[in-house]
């Protein structure tokens, strides 16, 4: 007892910022775990505002990044988020960090070094080397990222033109969009794709797809998922290589996006299965296909999960769909999409306003039948009819708001 006493007493009094080291790759993951005190290895590139306020919320101090919190792609906002909630934030300079400090382990961080916080030690065992990013060093990168953006905008809209030009057949008129057997037109239709946190959406998505019974369209492993997920994919959208033999026959019919000279990857899977497809010859992702393919058959709502196209995937140059025919398909679509999570934030708000309606009327009607049974006069017995007519008239305001 008397040496941990000691050891907490050295901790104390050594500079820097000290805390139990939480590592994970899986941003999402590492905030459920993470509590005050905690420093936060993680590898997210530009860091954005919403995880910014989860990381202060959580009270951890010192947040390290194995990739830039801020890239200069955009001006992203999570750093100054970070800074102004009193989180120390560092970008390592050394590529190592998650081989180099170990989960749970005690760490202290002093002059943009992380060290090992051991007192068996004369010397402090130097872990990763970092930059830290203080107001001025992120005022300053912030500078840089506006800059960055507008020649991103200019580069973007060259490609925007290119892409109009090359396929404004498919986008305005649908020329090219295969035909399905499914009936798509008036219906509500959800499309999986394999974005980060697909399997999440779909399941928030639960009450709605009970109500409506939507077609179901996977893209890529999001039709696994929903095959996991109790569902049968009513149209899969996506390469059958990346596929389980499950999924594929499970009796949907099948699209392969193909490049614009008609070649189409997995297809000698599907021969090998003996299953039908047809290719779907587009520059556009998986997603965007399956969107185009769903509105040009006239599905009253299509309703996404996991196909995000948020100002980060927008401006990250990395990604394939980072292009044009994300965004431009997006507006094509745009007055019938709409995403799982405000999908699951309407059915949250909508049920409880309804039940509470229904259980004063209900309770009204009981108090009226109690009061006839009991013999009571009619003066009261007008005062709980009128009661009752203003709660149905309410409850019926309710009905029409949320309903």
């Given amino acids: 007892m008397k040496m941990l006493a000691l050891l907490s007493k050295n901790s104390e009094t050594l500079p820097g910022r000290t805390g139990t080291a939480r590592v994970d790759r899986d941003t999402r993951r590492l905030v459920a775990r993470l509590g005050p005190g905690d420093i936060a290895v993680l590898d997210e590139m530009d860091l954005d505002q919403t995880l910014a306020e989860q990381l202060v919320a959580a009270g951890v101090t010192a947040v390290v990044n194995t990739s830039p919190s801020i890239s200069g792609r955009y001006p992203n906002i999570g750093p100054e988020v970070l800074v102004a909630g009193g989180v120390l934030l560092l970008d390592t300079v050394s590529s190592d960090a998650f081989g180099r400090i170990k989960d749970g ?4 961080i002093e002059d943009g070094v992380v060290y090992a916080d051991r007192f068996t030690r004369k010397e402090p065992e130097a872990l990763v080397e970092c930059l830290e990013l203080d107001e001025e ?8 990222a506006r800059h960055g953006l507008a020649e991103h905008l200019e580069s973007f809209a060259g490609d925007a033109l290119e892409f109009i030009r090359a396929e404004s057949s498919l986008l305005m008129d649908g020329i090219g969009v295969p035909e399905v057997d499914l009936e798509l037109n008036g219906r509500q239709v ?17 009450p709605f797809v009970k109500e409506y019974r939507p077609i179901m369209i996977g893209v890529g492993v999001g039709a696994d998922t929903l095959r996991r997920a109790g569902y049968r994919p009513d149209l899969i959208v996506g390469n059958p290589d990346e596929l389980t033999v499950k999924t594929l026959t499970c009796g949907a019919e099948l699209i392969i996006p193909a490049d614009l000279d008609g070649r189409a990857g997995g297809l000698e899977r599907v021969k090998e299965l003996g299953l039908g497809a047809t290719t779907f010859p587009c520059s ?38 980072s292009n044009p025919a994300t965004f431009l398909t997006r507006l094509k679509v745009g007055e019938s999409i709409m995403d799982a ?30 009061i006839l049974a009991a013999g009571h006069g009619t003066e009261m017995l007008a005062g ?3 009661m009752l007519s203003r709660a149905e008239l309410w409850g019926r305001e309710v009905l029409a708001r949320t309903g």
């Fill in 137 to 144: 060093a992120i005022a300053e990168r912030m500078r840089e």
């Fill in 190 to 206: 959800v499309v999986v794709g394999a974005g980060a946190g697909h399997a999440e959406d779909l399941r928030k998505l639960k």
């Fill in 105 to 108: 382990t005690r760490v202290r």
């Fill in 341 to 370: 999570g405000a999908v699951a934030t309407l059915y949250r708000n909508r049920f409880p306003g309804v039940l509470a309606a229904l259980l004063i009327l209900a309770v009204l009607g009981a108090a009226i039948v109690a």
């Fill in 384 to 386: 709980a009819q009128e």
């Fill in 284 to 321: 556009g992702t998986p997603v965007d296909l399956a969107l185009l393919l769903a509105h040009h058959h006239g599905a009253a709502l299509i309703v996404t999960a996991g196909a995000s196209a948020s100002l980060e995937e927008f401006f990250d140059r990395g990604r394939r769909d």
